[in-house]
């Protein structure tokens, strides 16, 4: 099966050029992708292509994080690379409302050697966020869950976060949308607006939104 998407951004040629020089997704994150495929049909978009899936893996690996966040796991194809990116002995806390589609990747977990360090917490992620202990410093988070809620993700992530430390945001282009006015009643579209103007104003981070996926915002704090 193909495993990699097409860029909506970029030239179809240079897309392909950039995918065929990317590192291939291992048995196991192909058999997640196709049962999360098989399960899920359409929902199967909601999970991060490979390519996005490989560039995690390298940006967790740069920032050399050992300490995670992850705020909507889906079926747990970010959590898997990112948590193998991480290596021994680090620890990802995984935010997400659904059991259901959390248990997809589960065993994907088990089979690939991380599931001892993945915490996954099934519950409101701002509750979740809220819980942890205070002095509990954080290298790096994804944030990937409702688009209304991301800045309000994003200010109680920001305290926890390491200087240096990264965030990263998913979604943040929504196919082309957040060029134009948003659509009355299209709230998702405002607040990916709203949000994205508020980063890039923002003193205390500096950021740039990557053409990858649906776009992937890459967020540093000072």
């Known amino acids: 099966m193909s495993s990699r998407a097409p860029s909506p951004w970029l030239d179809p040629a240079i897309a392909r050029y950039i995918a065929d020089h990317l590192p291939v997704p291992d048995a196991i994150q192909e058999a997640l992708i196709a ?15 490979p390519d996005q899936g490989a560039l995690m893996e390298l940006l967790v690996r740069l920032v050399g994080a050992r300490r995670i966040v992850e ?3 889906f079926t747990g194809y970010s959590a898997l690379c990112m948590a193998r990116a991480a290596g021994p002995g680090s620890r990802l806390t995984c935010c997400d409302v659904s059991a259901e589609w959390t248990s997809i990747g589960q065993p ?8 001892e360090r993945i915490d996954l917490r099934i ?8 819980a942890l202990p205070d ?9 990937d869950a409702d688009k209304t809620s991301y800045l309000a993700y994003f200010e109680e992530l920001l305290p926890r976060m390491r200087p240096g430390g ?4 998913d979604n943040t282009l929504w196919s082309g949308k957040v060029l134009g006015p948003s659509a009355e009643g299209d ?3 405002a607040a990916l607006q709203v949000f994205n103007d508020t980063i890039a104003a923002d003193p205390r981070v500096e950021s740039y939104i990557l053409p990858i996926g649906d776009g992937l915002t890459l967020i540093r704090v000072r």
């Open 123 to 130: 519950a409101p992620a701002l509750d979740t966020l809220r």
């Open 35 to 49: 049962e999360t495929t098989a399960q899920l049909g359409t929902w199967a978009r909601m999970q991060i292509g």
């Open 108 to 115: 994907y977990w088990e089979r690939a050697g991380v599931s």
């Open 187 to 189: 709230g998702d579209t």
């Open 135 to 143: 002095g509990d410093v954080v290298d790096l988070a994804f944030i």
């Open 166 to 169: 990264v965030i990263l945001v």
């Open 71 to 73: 705020i909507g796991t």
